[in-house]
T-cell receptor, first 114, second 113 residues
């Protein structure tokens, strides 16, 4: 069975500072990887995804993530955050042998302070 | 607007009421999902429908009853709920194969009183 670990439940950061949200997964087969963002009282919105090819993936709102197969990680980064980036961020993994199912991490709350 | 529409956005119901949550998508997707999101808990997958057949039921209490009449619509029928069922209920859809991930609705905020 696959699992997804987001090590940090909360990440406080000052506006315009860089940020990295960590995601590690366990799977013995190839995977698709996703990051979602959830603003208060809304559903989850896809930020970016890795399917294959270049390990550096760029998404919306200036976010990017890097797939590292040897470390089974898919960390999310942004070089300079804005107040509006305050939200919950979820990492998700789809095991390519497991049908449609995505496995979600527990989420990381990014809190951007002025 | 994501393409997945959930109604109502907010619902307050008593423990003896019967209500239904509705989810609709016109993205051409053929798999639909119900998730429960409670405060300070991970997302909980409740039900999965693929090509209108239920393929996953994660030990959800029988007071939650899903219905998928066609590939565009998904319902969650609720009856005799408990206060601990108060949560944000999220619907999502995808194509079988899931290369594009899921598209989520905005959710229904349910409060059981």
């Amino acid at each position: 069975a696959q699992s997804v670990t987001q090590l940090d439940s909360q990440v406080p950061v000052f506006e315009e500072a860089p940020v990295e949200l960590r995601c590690n997964y366990s799977s013995s087969v190839s995977v698709y990887l996703f990051w979602y963002v959830q603003y208060p009282n809304q559903g989850l919105q896809l930020l970016l995804k890795y399917l294959s090819g270049s390990t550096l993936v760029k998404g919306i709102n200036g976010f990017e993530a890097e797939f590292n197969k040897s470390q089974t990680s898919f960390h999310l980064r942004k070089p300079s955050v804005h107040i509006s980036d305050t939200a919950e961020y979820f990492c998700a993994v789809r095991n390519n042998n497991a049908g449609n199912m995505l496995t979600f991490g527990g989420g990381t709350r990014l809190m951007v302070k002025p | 607007e994501t393409g997945v529409t959930q109604t109502p956005r907010h619902l307050v119901m008593g423990m003896t009421n019967k209500k239904s949550l509705k989810c609709e998508q016109h993205l051409g997707h053929n798999a639909m999902y119900w998730y429960k999101q409670s405060a300070k808990k991970p997302l909980e997958l409740m039900f999965v429908y693929s090509l209108e057949e239920r393929v996953e039921n994660n030990s959800v209490p029988s007071r939650f009853s899903p219905e998928c009449p066609n590939s565009s619509h998904l319902f969650l029928h609720l009856h005799t709920l408990q206060p601990e069922d108060s949560a944000l209920y999220l619907c999502a859809s995808s194509l079988r194969g899931g290369r594009d991930g899921y598209t989520f609705g905005s959710g229904t905020r349910l409060t059981v009183v």
